[in-house]
């Protein structure tokens, strides 16, 4: 009976050992058009502005041929990536807020900067995107924080906004009467009366 107990409490102890099962790997279909075809409509995509279809033509003339029209190729990288880039970070003509896409944006700028400095325009979005974005994540935490971070934001773009559809001006307004209400609550009316008056 002992050899019995200790024999299934060996084999309760022990698991079988998994056997391994490679997932299949998903190989997207080759674009097997010749690359001058694969230029020409990677020209039609730039003249409509279709950024999307820009760099998917711009991946597939690399994968064609290298060394296809190398420095233009980089160039239209640059000009696909930040364009996209910026489109994404401000409300496009037809778009609605949740369109929007700072984080998004703010990677495509990056993406673009592997092929060439950006512009001023380009970086300060990237820089008063990548604030509206540390500003909006103390709200409802810390409306001190908030306030100062949208008092930066509205000074140098008052309109930006992210999917929620509220720009930095209205943030910064928001988390000053929240700041006013709070010096209500423990008594400072006369600290309640400025915020108040700066919202």
Known sequence: LVDVYADLLIRMKTSPTPTFTATPTI???PDLRSVEAIYANLQSALSSRDWDTVLTNLDSLRKADPGYKTAEIDGLY???LRMRGVDKILLQEGEVCSDINL????FDLTQAERFGTLDAVAEGLRTISRLYIIGASYWDQDWEQVQRIF????AGNPYLRDSSCMTATERYRFATIKRALFYIDIGDVCAAEEQFNMA
Do not use: K, M, N, S
């Not at 984080?103 to 703010?106: D, M, N, R, T, V």
């Not at 008092?151 to 509205?154: G, L």
């Open 103 to 106: 984080e998004g944006g703010i």
């Open 151 to 154: 008092d930066q934001v509205r």
């Open 27 to 29: 190989t997207p279909t």
């Open 78 to 80: 640059y000009l696909a």
